[in-house]
């Protein structure tokens, strides 16, 4: 089960690609400048550690190249102005991936970095290829497909952004430990830590996929439970009282692979004060920055409202369903870091209270059970660790690339 449909002839148009790529990059002199990788939310957005990483390394690292990776079949590399960016799949990617001194990816390098590269990463033994993450770890089993494998082993480092999350790694995903880094999370570099709102009115919904949804027709989506509790949940009347009374703002934000049924969503009756939007219409980046709160249920956006101590509500309707499908590495009963709620009644109690003035996250103070740093300062310990500090414009010429040994 790939993220992404393949065309039949994708495969062969690969393989030729990938080695006219590998030809001429042992032809080509060595680059001035060590080339940088670095791609996340398979191409189709700039979201997450790969985009804040990739931010930093353009404005802080002029010793270094540095591409961004996207998926051509998108738009926002030119709405956005992203710089130094290079369509997946192209004949440049593939010469670039076999050129790389270092790659960065959140998901996959097969979905971030080099598509279909899963068949040929053997070939390339040169390259320091670096896992950051899309978010910290904790809720949903790692689910490694034939695809993944060789390129988890290939994957030299793994970030991690606590002891709790390395521990998960090393021993639920069976890292070895010294592919194991503890950086911190990059994009809690745009976040301030500990910075609830004054009061709670921007609410953001957020429901997770969930893979047993995979090839249900239109019909059997709409009978599912994941449908009928999540649109339940939005014609609630005490819910709908509360965001009317309250002068409430609510966005729902869909999940990229909820694609194929969004339209059931958006064809939702809502207000003016609901509103649901694609994955491609909404940056995540910044609604966890305007957010007061969060209303989700297996989320790992969760952690990035814990860090800045604002109020979760995770509403687990399906939490034997997810356990048993899935499985988590959080206790879902007993090491939350926000409200549970597993009913209606419950989630429009808990918003009633916390709208009424309760907006910090009670859990606040287990935060640094979860997070190493608070300091903003992820990005370039990730970067010093990786690929080292930063060398003045006069060593360029001379220096060599070394791997720093973790301290």
Request: charge should be neutral; aromatic fraction near 14%; glycine fraction near 6%.
């Amino acid at each position: 089960m790939g993220l992404k449909q393949e065309k039949w002839y994708r495969p062969a148009e690969t393989a030729v690609k990938v080695a006219a790529a590998r030809a001429l990059a042992s032809l080509l002199p060595r680059p001035k400048r060590d080339i940088v990788l670095v791609g996340g939310n398979l191409g189709e957005k700039y979201e997450d550690n790969a985009s804040v990483f990739h931010d930093y390394l353009m404005r802080e690292r002029p010793d270094l190249d540095v591409y961004w990776m996207y998926d051509p079949s998108t738009d926002y590399v030119r709405r956005e102005g992203i710089p130094n960016a290079v369509p997946l799949g192209t004949f440049q990617n593939y010469l670039l991936f076999f050129r790389a001194a270092y790659t960065f990816h959140g998901h996959s390098l097969l979905y971030d970095i080099a598509p279909g590269i899963d068949r040929y990463v053997h070939m390339n033994n040169k390259t320091v290829m670096t896992h950051i993450s899309h978010g910290i770890e904790g809720f949903k089993k790692i689910l490694i497909l034939p695809e993944d494998r060789p390129l988890l082993r290939r994957t030299n480092y793994f970030n991690c952004a606590s002891p709790y999350e390395k521990r998960i790694k090393q021993y639920g995903w069976g890292v070895p430990e010294e592919k194991l880094i503890t950086t911190g999370m990059a994009r809690f570099d745009r976040l301030k830590p500990d910075s609830p709102a004054p009061e709670v009115k921007n609410i953001l919904v957020m429901m997770t996929w969930r893979e047993w949804l995979f090839g249900l027709s239109d019909q059997a989506f709409m009978e599912s439970e994941y449908f009928r509790r999540t649109t339940g949940l939005l014609n609630d009347p005490a819910f709908l009282r509360l965001v009317r009374d309250r002068d409430l703002k609510v966005k729902v934000a869909l999940h990229p692979f909820m694609k194929r049924f969004e339209r059931f969503f958006k064809g939702f009756p809502g207000s003016e004060q609901i509103r649901f939007y694609s994955f491609d219409e909404v940056s995540i980046k910044e609604e966890v920055i305007r957010a007061d709160m969060l209303l989700t249920d297996y989320t790992s956006v969760s952690w990035d409202f814990l860090y800045q101590n604002k109020p979760i509500i995770f509403y687990m309707f399906d939490q034997e369903e997810m356990e048993q499908h899935r499985g988590t590495y959080l206790d879902l009963d007993s090491e939350l870091y926000g409200y549970k709620a597993k009913s209606l009644a419950e989630v429009a109690g808990l918003l009633d209270r916390i709208t009424a003035g309760d907006n910090m996250n009670p859990f606040y103070p287990k935060s640094g059970e979860y997070f190493k740093y608070f300091d903003n300062e992820n990005c370039r310990r990730l970067a010093d660790r990786v690929i080292g500090p930063a060398r003045s414009t006069e060593k360029l010429k001379v220096r060599t690339k070394t791997v720093p040994a973790e301290s």
